[in-house]
T-cell receptor, first 111, second 112 residues
Framework: EDQVTQSPEALRLQEGESSSLNCSYTVSGLRGLFWYRQDPGKGPEFLFTLYSAGEEKEKERLKATLTKKESFLHITAPKPEDSATYLCAVQAPDTGNQFYFGTGTSLTVIP | KAGVTQTPRYLIKTRGQQVTLSCSPISGHRSVSWYQQTPGQGLQFLFEYFSETQRNKGNFPGRFSGRQFSNSRSEMNVSTLELGDSALYLC???????????FGQGTRLTVV
């Protein structure tokens, strides 16, 4: 069964146009929810970790939030350099350090 | 602090051959995980090693194997390569608990 579902699959924004990416999960006993950014041909780059509902983290134009069933990555006034694929991953109990990844949201920011 | 280093960056192999990929984790990190990334399937977990022991394994055939050395460096081996094994193979390093992992740049394997 799917553990993590991300939407939308692709998103095109004008520079400065704020939006949100969604990550819904079905894991029981969530051990952590993680956001990564991936540029073409490169490995994922860590952005945020969230552990409990209500938690929020911010970094520059990005803000991640977590509820009991989903997480949002809010992008405020994006710039072209924010164009990338954003990946969400969760960790479940009794699976060591294994991450279950969503298929990502491909973000394009147009100047 | 040096990041995660994967070698080689690119490989081209022929169907039926075998291949070994290498990963040097961040200094002090004891957990190394391997993932396969393809356009159709996204990132799929292969296995995790912690202190030289395989702690968890994904749903891949036995042709995929790995090991970890006492210095935490890890290798992944794929035997009897198939065309479908063409992918980006990523190594992730973490201290070992339920914390974030840091990825290398990956090895792009092409099987012809």
């Amino acid at each position: 069964e799917d553990q993590v579902t991300q939407s939308p699959e692709a998103l095109r924004l004008q520079e400065g146009e704020s939006s949100s990416l969604n990550c819904s999960y079905t894991v029981s006993g969530l051990r952590g929810l993680f956001w990564y950014r991936q540029d073409p041909g490169k490995g994922p780059e860590f952005l945020f970790t969230l552990y409990s509902a209500g938690e929020e983290k911010e970094k520059e134009r990005l803000k991640a939030t977590l509820t009991k069933k989903e997480s949002f990555l809010h992008i405020t006034a994006p710039k072209p350099e924010d164009s990338a694929t954003y990946l969400c991953a969760v960790q479940a109990p009794d699976t060591g350090n294994q991450f279950y990844f969503g298929t990502g949201t491909s973000l394009t920011v147009i100047p | 602090k040096a990041g995660v280093t994967q070698t080689p960056r690119y490989l081209i192999k022929t169907r039926g051959q075998q291949v070994t990929l290498s990963c040097s984790p961040i200094s002090g990190h004891r957990s190394v995980s391997w993932y396969q990334q393809t356009p159709g399937q996204g990132l799929q977990f292969l296995f995790e090693y912690f202190s030289e022991t395989q702690r968890n394994k994904g749903n891949f055939p036995g042709r995929f194997s790995g090991r970890q050395f006492s210095n935490s460096r890890s290798e992944m081996n794929v035997s009897t390569l198939e065309l479908g094994d063409s992918a980006l193979y990523l190594c992730a390093s973490s201290p070992g608990g339920h914390t974030e992992a840091f990825f290398g740049q990956g090895t792009r394997l092409t099987v012809v």
